[in-house]
């Protein structure tokens, strides 16, 4: 069974921090490392949105202009694991929050992405 399973959203005021986690599980994701991945979120009534990506060895990040300098996308190979630390959230950020495995490079568009979890939703309140 394949399993991407985001965890640490929560409600956080402005100004606020989150690290949001997506572990990854299966036969599939063995090795972990082949994978790129991604975060990307949704709010009501919008388009779902690519926030960053992280290639396969983590040496190599990419970001939407909208966070960049906020949030910080990194990977634990050995866990498993890709990480979004957001930093200074916004109201706006208000949004489910995704992540998705692409067995390639980074990308930024969702059609990419081949795999994903079931989303961790983040409220930020003002």
């Known amino acids: 069974q394949v399993q991407l399973v985001e965890s640490g959203g929560g409600l956080v005021q402005a100004g606020e921090s989150l690290r949001l986690s997506c572990a990854a599980s299966?036969?599939?994701?063995?090795?972990?490392?082949?994978?790129?991945m991604g975060w990307f979120r949704q709010a009501p009534g919008k388009e779902r949105e690519f926030l960053a990506a992280i290639s396969r060895s983590g040496s190599i990040t990419r970001y939407a202009d909208s966070v960049k300098g906020r949030f910080t996308i990194s990977r634990d190979n050995a866990k498993n694991t890709v990480y979004l630390q957001m930093n200074n959230l916004k109201p706006e950020d208000t949004a489910v929050y995704y992540c998705?495995?692409?067995?390639?490079?980074?990308?930024?568009?969702?059609?990419?992405?081949?795999?994903w979890g079931q989303g961790t939703q983040v409220t930020v309140s003002s």
């Open positions: 998705a495995a692409n067995r390639g490079v980074v990308r930024v568009d969702s059609y990419d992405y081949d795999y």
């Open positions: 299966g036969r599939t994701f063995n090795p972990f490392n082949n994978y790129a």
